[in-house]
T-cell receptor
Framework: AAGVIQSPRHLIKEKRETATLKCYPI?????VYWYQQGPGQDPQFLIS???????DKGSIPDRFSAQQFSDYHSELNMSSLELGDSALYFC????????????FGQGTRLTVV | KNEVEQSPQNLTAQEGEFITINCSYS?????LHWLQQHPGGGIVSLFM???GKKKHGRLIATINIQEKHSSLHITASHPRDSAVYIC??????????FGTGTRLTIIP
């Protein structure tokens, strides 16, 4: 069965560079959640989308932006990268109606050097 | 405020022992997930529960809606079960709220 796909799996960037992370949800899932997990830390909610509209916003820095496209995949754009942005970024997808299970991607491990 | 608490934070056990990890939440939820994360790895969803009990191999998850409590049990634990186990709750249709995780170490 298809799972949530994230790309790339690993990414190394230098300070002040830009990174784009992609999340491809389970087919027919209309909701995507983005989370950031720093080393040894709990996942922190960044932002979510439902039907291509932002549905909720958490602790996402102003340097970050995200969107959900017509095919429901989502991209997290990160600019002016800082060392503290090094983390595992994972997304989860869900079908909003019907209280269904959320499925998780494997995550993108971003290292800022 | 939507809160999820887990216990214990760290758990070390001998191979073969029966393991229980607990999760409590503050208000009514629509669903609760049990997740597994190996060091440096991504997150794997083990179970989603909204009521009752689920079993998969040596893993069992239960939820008591009235007591706002869920447990994850591992029978005949094995060193490969060593990981961080996280419970995460959906409060309505909101984002998942994560517990702090339980770091499980199984010693051969």
């Amino acid at each position: 069965a298809a799972g949530v796909i994230q790309s790339p799996r690993h990414l190394i960037k230098e300070k002040r560079e830009t990174a784009t992370l992609k999340c491809y949800p389970i087919p027919r899932h209309d909701t995507v959640y983005w989370y950031q997990q720093g080393p040894g830390q709990d996942p922190q909610f960044l932002i979510s989308f439902y039907e291509k509209m932002q549905s909720d916003k958490g602790s996402i820095p102003d340097r970050f932006s995200a969107q959900q496209f017509s095919d429901y995949h989502s991209e997290l754009n990160m600019s002016s990268l800082e060392l503290g942005d090094s983390a595992l970024y994972f997304c989860a997808s869900r079908y909003w109606a019907g209280n269904t299970e959320a499925f998780f991607g494997q995550g993108t491990r971003l290292t800022v050097v | 405020k939507n809160e999820v608490e887990q216990s214990p934070q760290n758990l070390t056990a001998q191979e073969g022992e029966f393991i229980t990890i607990n999760c409590s939440y503050s208000v009514g939820i629509s669903a609760l997930h049990w997740l597994q994360q190996h060091p440096g790895g991504g997150i794997v969803s083990l179970f989603m529960l909204s009521s009752g009990k689920k079993k998969h191999g040596r893993l069992i998850a239960t939820i008591n809606i009235q007591e706002k409590h869920s447990s994850l049990h591992i029978t005949a634990s094995h060193p490969r079960d060593s990981a961080v186990y996280i419970c995460a709750a959906h409060f309505g249709n909101e984002k998942l709220t994560f517990g702090t995780g339980t770091r499980l170490t199984i010693i051969p």
